[in-house]
């Protein structure tokens, strides 16, 4: 992560998601929220889990809250972030 910590107190809270190990791992040591993207309601179980359990590993005494983002809103973001897809990925 950074040395770089803000200013403002209370500070900014950190928004972070994914549905990979890895997200998981780096959202619940370092989140405030945890960003789901609406699975099916046995896989969001499992999800909550694992960024529950992250948060633990980190030794965090709390947990990310969760938030999930509703469908209309990923078909809004997906409108916004598909054209610019191979952009991103080719540079």
Do not use: H
Request: charged share 30%; with cysteine; aromatic share 6%.
């Amino acid at each position: 992560m950074s040395d770089v910590f803000p200013v403002q107190q209370p500070r900014p809270g950190v928004s972070f998601g994914g549905s990979s190990p890895a997200a998981y791992k780096a959202g619940g040591a370092e989140a405030d929220i945890f960003c789901l993207w609406g699975e099916p309601l046995a896989g969001t179980a499992a999800q909550i889990e694992s960024v529950k359990q992250a948060a633990k590993d980190a030794g965090r005494t709390d947990v990310p809250r969760i938030q999930e983002v509703a469908k209309r809103d990923r078909e809004r973001a997906a409108k916004v972030v598909e054209p610019r897809r191979e952009i991103a990925v080719d540079g």
